[in-house]
Each structure stands twice: as structure tokens, then as C-alpha cells.
């Protein structure tokens, strides 16, 4: 059995702050995660960082692991968490790759994209329809390119493929968008970007590879044929917490509930990042709730062992 102090379960923004802030305290700390750096990879462009004038979101997902491995941070890939259960005390973690065992558990695993579920959408993914406009948004240079969503992840994948397609419809169901007005400002001024707004995609269609999508109208239920090369998928995104179920608190959205020092429900049991119902899915929030849970972990570790708690470092005399 691999035994750890910490074991954190995500390699997004807030797994590796939580990484870095255990190893500052010593803790033998193991990251288990699918991939390094979560849906900031998906970001071309980051520009909201603190300290940060740009970044491509990949390259300062790497940043944050390597300090997470200064630190001595275990890292492993590709294990996805099956189940997580009480043991002596302890927890023991299951994933595809191996059994862990830990004093503590930073579930930091964030949330993953919400599918389409419309006639066409299995038949294409992968054939003009994707998740993720930074992976495959090159594919499609100089195509006429759909992006479905309102939020800051539809406008910024938007704005991502007005640079490679020749045109960029932008189709959302309300009839003004939910994200961030610089973005929407941005999305008006670009002439190649044709906004379709109350409206929804009702079907793909195609022969071996995505040729159009079909539109209908919210207000008068008239559809309209759209012919693209590819359609992208922002429409948002859930936590799928079904290994933690009946472990810790969720929400009715399925997020996990923690206080203000990121403990949830159960002792021993910290969360953080997208997955939490803190409002505002930012990569410095989810930063700022690594580095807490973190030190929340540490503190419970140490009182476990009758130690002293970070807590004295501050205020106290």
C-alpha cells in the first residue's frame, strides 16, 4: 500500500496551488489526476491572472506543476478515481491505476464540459463537433465554424476561432450573453462573427463528417440551416462527484459544499476549485481554494498528531 499524508484528487489550477502549499509544509503529498492543468488548458489566451500580463493557459498549467514538484510532489497521470473509503482512520483511494492511502483528501478535480444532446451529436464528435476550441479549433482553418453557448468559455472560444475561421456564428438561447462585457464588447466588433441569439441548435447533420446545424428559434420556433464545418460546445459544465456521493455534502447542481476553510462534510475532507458551490469559476478563486485547503489539510493532520496547527501563525501571541 502507498501510504501518503495528503492525497489530492486534480491536477487543474487548484490540485497543483494545493501541491505547492503541502510540499512548503513538508507534507508527503500525491496528486492523482487524468491530465495536468484541467479546463485552463482550454484557455488560448489568459490575461486575468494577478502578475500575469498573458499566458497561454497550457503553459502556466506547466508552470504550476513543475513548482508542484519543487516542492516534492508526487504526480501521477492518468488515474481516474473509482472510489474513496474510510480505512483505520484513514482513506483509502481507489483509481484505474492503483490503491493510495492517506490522512487526509483534497478533491480538486473539477468539472468537465455539459454534452449536447441533440440527433447528430454522438454520430460527429470527432467529426466536426468538439468541446474544445483550443485543441481542435486549428483544424479549421479558414471553415465556417458554429460556437454554441453565452458564457465567458463560448465568447473567449469565439473570438479563439474568428482568428482561424472565415466566419464564426455564435449561437446562444437567451437573448443576451451571461459573460464578461469586455468579451461581449470584442465578439460586436469582430465582422467575421455573426451572433444568432434566442436561439438553440435542434439537430446536426452531414454526410461522413459534420456539414450543417439546424437552429431553432426560442420565440417563433422557425428553424434555420447553417452549413459549418465544425460546431463547438460551450455550454457549460458539471461535476460528475458519483464516487463521492454519500461521502461528503453536494449541492442540488452536484457541486460540493465546504465553509470558508474548505472542509466539507466529512472530517479529513477538503475540496476545492470548480467543483465547490463557491460562485465565480475563476482560475485565481480556484488558486486562492488550493492554497486554503491546503493549509486546512495541514492543520487537520497536525492536530491529528497533537501538534502544533498553521493556525498559530497568524494573530496569535
Known amino acids: 500500500m502507498n501510504k501518503y499524508d495528503l492525497i489530492i484528487i486534480g491536477g487543474g489550477p487548484a ?13 508527503k503529498t500525491l496528486v492523482l489526476t487524468m491530465n495536468i492543468g484541467g479546463q485552463m488548458t482550454l484557455t488560448h489566451h489568459v490575461e486575468n491572472y494577478p502578475g500575469v500580463d498573458m499566458s497561454d493557459g497550457t503553459d502556466l498549467a506547466l508552470k504550476m506543476m513543475e513548482q508542484a514538484k519543487k516542492f516534492g510532489a508526487q504526480i501521477e497521470l492518468n488515474h481516474e ?58 483544424f479549421f482553418k479558414g471553415k465556417n465554424i458554429a460556437v454554441v453557448g453565452g458564457g465567458n468559455s463560448a465568447l473567449g472560444g469565439a473570438l479563439y476561432l474568428s ?17 464578461e462585457e469586455i468579451l461581449v464588447d470584442k465578439i460586436k466588433a469582430k465582422e467575421n462573427i455573426e451572433i444568432v441569439l434566442n436561439s438553440v ?12 446545424i439546424i437552429v431553432k428559434d426560442v420565440v417563433s420556433g422557425a428553424e434555420r440551416e447553417i452549413a459549418v464545418d465544425g460546431v463547438f460546445i ?31 462534510s466529512a472530517e479529513g475532507i477538503f475540496a476545492a476549485g470548480d467543483l465547490t458551490q463557491i460562485p465565480y469559476k475563476q482560475i485565481a478563486i480556484s488558486v486562492g481554494q488550493g492554497a486554503t485547503a491546503a493549509l486546512s489539510a495541514y492543520d487537520y493532520i497536525q492536530k491529528k498528531s497533537g501538534k502544533t496547527t498553521v493556525k498559530l501563525d497568524w494573530g496569535s501571541k
Open 15 to 27: 490540485g497543483l496551488t494545493a501541491a505547492i502549499y503541502a510540499g512548503r509544509r513538508e507534507l
Open 81 to 138: 478515481v473509482s472510489a474513496i473509503e474510510i480505512k483505520d482512520g484513514d482513506y483509502l483511494v481507489k483509481t484505474s491505476g492503483g490503491e493510495f492511502e492517506a490522512q487526509a483528501v483534497i478533491l480538486a478535480f473539477g468539472k468537465t464540459p455539459r454534452k449536447l444532446d441533440i440527433e447528430g451529436a454522438d454520430r460527429y464528435l470527432g467529426k466536426g463537433l468538439s468541446y474544445c476550441a483550443t485543441c481542435d479549433g486549428p
Open 201 to 212: 441548435p435542434s439537430g446536426l447533420e452531414g454526410t461522413d463528417v459534420l456539414e450543417k
Open 234 to 264: 460551450e455550454i457549460g459544465y458539471e461535476v460528475k462527484a458519483d464516487f463521492v456521493k454519500g461521502l461528503v455534502n453536494l449541492d442540488a447542481g452536484n457541486q460540493i459544499i465546504v465553509d470558508q476553510d474548505c472542509k466539507t
Open 163 to 179: 482568428e482561424l475561421g472565415q466566419k464564426v456564428y455564435l449561437i446562444h438561447r437567451r437573448d443576451a450573453f451571461r459573460g
